[in-house]
């Protein structure tokens, strides 16, 4: 059972390129999250989903576009990344309301991203 | 507006002295509550939670946290700081009106001196 993992740990990118963010979870979660964090700002949430199939903005969406199509795997994209967008992201990922850890979120060990 | 409020930004104590890390929360109803652990370079762990009931909550590695509705507030205790919990430490207000949303406080750097 490896929990929320995340691909890549760290990647430096050049304003204008792309790329992809991979969160995988194994725990069958239904709920599943992306968030930045910045110093002094905590965690602020970028987009989630609900269930496969669906996503919602979060608090700072713009910039980014996000892909839930199998249950298990939330993409987080960045189509033209910006100096502003580097951040530490983390994935994370809740269970349904009424189980054992439901409304617990549990968390990927972070992707280190670098925009210059 | 739902918001969370850390505001500590620093806090320093000694090893084996007591601890207690502020969280106050705006929030329409009573939320679902959280404090989470960040270790340098790592993600965030769970150390207790408070759904409803029991306002004193227990959790991993001897903290406790207590609930207080009138005064929206949900601090972070420790009775004797071992020097392993340096970390930066989160609270967090989980929404309960069925968006699954969850927002974070700014976080408390706790420092521990030998």
């Known amino acids: 059972n490896a929990g929320v993992t995340q691909t890549p740990k760290f990647r430096v990118l050049k304003t204008g390129q792309s790329m992809t963010l991979l969160c995988a979870q194994d725990?069958?979660?239904?709920?599943m999250y992306w968030y930045r964090q910045d110093p002094g700002m905590g965690l602020r949430l970028i987009h989630y989903?609900?269930?496969?199939?669906?996503?919602a903005k979060g608090e700072v969406p713009d910039g980014y576009n996000v892909s839930r199509l199998k249950k298990q795997n939330f993409l987080l994209g960045l189509e033209s990344a910006a100096p502003s967008q580097t951040s530490v992201y983390f994935c994370?990922?809740?269970?349904?309301?009424?189980?054992?850890?439901?409304?617990?979120?549990?968390f990927g060990p972070g992707t280190r991203l670098t925009v210059t | 507006a739902q918001s969370v409020t850390q505001p500590d930004i620093h806090i320093t104590v000694s090893e084996g002295a007591s601890l207690e890390l502020r969280c106050n929360y705006s929030y329409g109803a009573t939320p679902y509550l959280f404090w989470y652990v960040q270790s340098p370079g790592q993600g965030l762990q769970l150390l207790l939670k408070y759904f409803s009931g029991d306002t004193l909550v227990q959790g991993i590695k001897g903290f406790e946290a207590e609930f207080k509705r009138s005064q929206s507030s949900f601090n972070l205790r420790k009775p004797s700081v071992h020097w392993s919990d340096a970390a930066e430490y989160f609270c967090a207000v989980g929404d309960t009106s069925g968006t699954y949303k969850y927002i974070f406080g700014t976080g408390t750097r706790l420092k521990v001196l030998a």
């Open positions: 989903s609900v269930g496969e199939g669906t996503t």
């Open positions: 994370a990922s809740t269970g349904l309301a009424g189980g054992p850890s439901s409304y617990e979120q549990y």
């Open positions: 725990m069958n979660h239904e709920y």
